[in-house]
C-alpha cells in the first residue's frame, strides 16, 4: 500500500513539479471526488424516493423526482467540463516541457492521463470509505479491514509488474525479441489477478450487507445505499488494478 503511494507521489513530482501545477492537479483531483461523492448521496437520494418511511403524494413525488432529474443532469455536465480541464492542464505542464523524443513524449501524456486517474480513484476510495461509517460504523469496519488486504495486493503486484516491464524495456532496447502478446498478456493478467481479489472481498461486503439487514441493524434505504456504494467501492478497486498496470508500462516507457 506504502508503495502505491509513494509511485503515484513521485510522478506527480516529477510531471507536475511547480507549486502552481500541483494545485492544479489536487483541485482536478478534489472536483472529481467532489462529483463521486455527490453521485453515492445522489443514490441516498434515490433511496428515499423509492423507501420512504412515510406514504408521499404524486405531487410530492413528481417534485422530488424532478429535482433528481435535475441534479443527475447538473453532475453530468460538471463532469465532462472536468475532463475538458484536465485536458487543458496536461496542455499547459507537459507541452512546455515536451521533449524532443516525441515517443517518450507521449508515453509521458499517458502516464498523466493514468496518474490523474489513479490519483481521483484513491480520493474516491477514501472518501467513500469514510462515508460508510456513517451509514453503518460495523460495515465501515469490515469495509476498512478487506480494503487493506486488497491494497497488499495490489501493491504487490505493481511491484512485480514495474519488474516485469523493465524486464521489457531492457529487451528493447537490446534488439531482443518481445512479442506483443507476451508484452499484453503480462499486463491484462496482472491486473485480472487483483480484480479477483477485489472480487472476493466485493463478495464478503456484500453478504455483510444481507447479515447487517437480516438482523434490522440497517434499515432498507441505508441497505441500498451500502450496496450501490459496495459496488462502488468494487469498481474502484477493479479500476485500481488494471489502472496500475497500465501506469507502470507509461512510467517505464517515459522514462
Not at 418511511?53 to 447538473?74: D, M, Q, S, V, Y
Not at 519488474?163 to 531492457?170: G, P
Not at 496482472?190 to 472480487?199: A, T
Request: aromatic content about 10%; overall charge positive.
Amino acid at each position: 500500500m506504502i508503495n502505491i503511494a509513494t509511485e503515484l507521489w513521485e510522478t506527480t513530482q516529477d510531471l507536475f513539479p511547480t507549486r502552481r501545477e500541483s494545485r492544479m492537479i489536487a483541485g482536478l483531483t478534489s472536483l472529481a471526488i467532489t462529483i463521486s461523492i455527490s453521485e453515492l448521496l445522489m443514490a441516498h437520494f434515490f433511496s428515499l424516493l423509492i423507501l420512504p418511511n412515510e406514504p408521499r403524494g404524486t405531487k410530492h413525488l413528481i417534485l422530488l423526482g424532478t429535482i433528481f432529474l435535475t441534479l443527475f443532469a447538473i453532475l453530468r455536465l460538471i463532469n465532462f467540463g472536468k475532463e475538458h480541464y484536465r485536458l487543458n492542464v496536461f496542455e499547459k505542464s507537459l507541452a512546455g516541457r515536451a521533449k524532443s523524443d516525441r515517443v517518450a513524449d507521449s508515453w509521458r501524456w499517458a502516464t498523466a492521463m493514468e496518474l490523474t486517474t489513479l490519483l481521483t480513484m484513491c480520493g474516491r476510495l477514501v472518501f467513500i470509505s469514510a462515508l460508510l461509517f456513517y451509514f453503518s460504523p460495523i460495515f465501515g469496519l469490515c469495509n476498512f479491514a478487506i480494503g487493506i488486504g486488497v491494497l497488499q495486493v495490489l501493491s504487490f503486484r505493481l511491484r512485480k509488474q514495474f519488474k516485469d516491464q523493465h524486464e521489457f524495456r531492457r529487451k528493447q532496447r537490446s534488439k531482443e525479441l518481445v512479442t506483443n502478446a507476451e508484452k499484453v498478456r503480462t499486463r491484462i493478467i496482472s491486473g485480472e489477478i487483483g480484480s479477483l481479489f477485489s472480487s472476493m472481498g466485493l463478495i464478503v461486503l456484500l453478504g455483510i450487507i444481507l447479515l447487517l439487514f437480516s438482523q434490522d441493524l440497517i434499515s432498507p434505504a441505508k441497505a441500498f445505499v451500502l450496496f450501490i456504494a459496495t459496488r462502488m467501492v468494487g469498481q474502484i478497486y477493479s479500476g485500481l488494478s488494471s489502472g496500475l498496470m497500465r501506469f507502470a508500462r507509461a512510467r517505464v516507457y517515459s522514462e
